[in-house]
């Protein structure tokens, strides 16, 4: 069993003084998460995120793009099919421009789009935390903390902790492994 301990705050600095109080009493950093309606500043800082690795990829996929587009219109119009146009030479940069340009955004975002599948595990349309009733204010105005723990009496210390740190809401989701 996997338990979730959530509590509601009634703002983002609330939340993030609640998280930093937990992780003083001993929580670990990967066991804590945070649920907001919008960004908060120095949240990451907080629950210890480590940068993304996806902007790396998406450099990496977006030069790739642009060589690889490059590289396909210098080939077919240089090398493999040179035509004489208006006494144009073959290779001929600024016409290459707009699709190298275009193909490096499509890497680049292709990338982006599935890097994120994999590192967030989409699709996941159902997570335990779906079935408590309160928890819809995440989306609209509700600061969420939440602890997750496999010992039930690890549980019921943490959902004392988010009271005494003066949680709107606090609840306890079961989740079977």
């Not at 003083?24 to 945070?34: M, Q, V």
């Not at 960004?39 to 998406?58: C, H, I, N, T, Y």
């Not at 996929?61 to 690889?68: D, I, R, V, W």
């Not at 707009?98 to 680049?108: R, W």
Request: hydrophobic share 45%.
């Amino acid at each position: 069993m996997r338990y979730w301990v959530v509590g509601e705050f009634g703002s983002g600095a609330e939340a993030k003084r609640a998280l930093t109080a937990l992780r003083e009493r001993g929580c670990a950093a990967d066991s804590l998460d945070a649920f907001s309606p919008y960004p908060v500043d120095g949240l990451e800082e907080v629950l210890g995120l480590k940068p993304s690795p996806l902007r790396g990829f998406a450099l990496l996929a977006g030069l790739s793009g642009a060589a690889l587009a490059y590289g396909v219109q210098w080939w077919c119009n240089a090398v493999d099919w040179p035509l004489n146009v208006g006494n144009r030479p073959p290779h001929s940069w600024p016409a290459f421009v707009p699709i190298t340009f275009e193909s490096t955004v499509l890497f680049a975002s292709l990338t982006l789009f599935f890097g994120l599948m994999v590192l967030f595990r989409f699709p996941r349309p159902h997570h335990p935390l779906f079935e408590l009733e309160s928890f819809r204010s995440a989306s609209s105005g509700g600061f969420w903390v939440s602890v997750t723990t496999r010992e039930r009496s690890q549980a019921e210390v943490l959902l004392g902790h988010l009271r005494e740190l003066s949680a709107r809401t606090t609840a306890v989701v079961e989740e079977e492994t």
